[in-house]
Every structure is written in C-alpha cells, then in structure tokens.
C-alpha cells in the first residue's frame, strides 16, 4: 500500500506569495493531521479532520493559515501571505479513526520563506 | 492539558548497546495511547512501538520494548543490541482515548549510534 504522499518535498518562495502544501491521505483512513515541526516549537498539531470536516483547528497559527479537505484523498494547507517564520517542516499524516490505531506520516514539506 | 517530557537532548552509545531514552508525561485521564515515533535523517516519522495504558503488560517489538509506569507517569524506550541504522530522533507522543485524536509530543531526544 502507498503511503501518505505529501507534495511538494520542498518549497522554496519569497515572503508574501501563497504557497500550498498538497497531501492524499492512505486509501481507507478517515482521520487527517497537519503537523508543523520547528526547532523552537518542535512537532505541532495544526488541525485535523475526520471524514473530510475539520475537527479540531485550534493549532492553526492565524488566519493566514487555511487547510481544506475536499474529499476523502485529497486535502491542503494554504499559507496566504507567507512571513519567513512560517518556515518549518509541514507533515500531513493519516489513520483509521479509532485511537489505538497510529497515525502514518508522509516525508513532509520542508518550506523556507525567504 | 497533557504535557510530554523527554529530559534527555541528546544520547550515544555504541554500537550493540543496550540504550534507555526517558519520557514523563502530565494527565489526568486514565485512559489514553502512548507511542514511541523515530525521525531518521531522511526526515520520516516512523512509529517504533505503542501502549495502551489500560494494559499492564510492557509493550515490545522486536529489539524495541518499553518500561510504562502509569502511577509515575513514565514511558521509556529501550533498545537492545542498537544498530547504526537506529541513529535518529527519537520522539515519545501522548493521546488520549476518546475524543481529539491528537498526538502531543515531547521535544525529542537525539540518539546517535556509534561504529
């Protein structure tokens, strides 16, 4: 089985354009999480959805920030205007909705806003 | 809210080692999943091991098992016979049954396997 695919691996921009992380879930898994890892903050959840409606978006930073989930295997986050400290590494992981079941990550986005 | 610890920044041992990375973390739930994730250089997030805190019984893969203390909320990682490919870091997460599945993490720690 294919894994969480997360595109593109790096992103590289300059301040104030819109960049958008792309991530398809692993086929059957209901329940999708937006991580961003920084040294600082290290690994933070930044919203999750289950069965395409966001749940809990509490982790989003500002309303810069926007995710969505169109569908079952295909959901983004959007940056709308990037600042530099929005760089980090943005990892999009998946899983079965119950508990004991783990989330798979995909190989994130290593974004840098120059 | 749930609070994870990871005490040690950095560790190194040598190669065929046995090595113990720690983890405390802060709940009042009773019912809750704790996992062991590694991050090699590649940058993946791979799950190592996992425990259920209605279990008892210590969790174990392989040369990967853990010491799970639930009256002194403690999860340490054990690795046996460490291998070079284990060189990564190594991250202990919290989530409670029920509800948000959301993964809290501890700040990581560092383990570098030594030739």
Redesign the interface.
Known sequence: DAGVIQSPRHEVTEMGQEVTLRCKPISGHN?L?W?RQTMMR??E?LI?F?NNVP??DSGMPEDRFSAKMPNASFSTLKIQPSEPRDSA?Y?C?S?Y?S??Q????G??T?LSIL | AQTVTQSQPEMSVQEAETVTLSCTYDTSENNY?L?W?KQPP??????VI?Q?AYKQQNATENRFSVNFQKAAKSFSLKISDSQLGDTAMY?CAF????G?????????TRLTINP
């Open positions: 329940s999480f991580y290290g690994l959840l999750y289950n749940i809990d590494v990892f992981a899983s909705e508990g004991n783990p989330q798979h990550f190989d994130g290593r | 999943y996992f994730y590649s940058r993946q997030m791979i799950l996992r259920e991250f989530m409670k049954h029920g948000a599945q959301k993964l809290v993490f501890g700040q990581g």
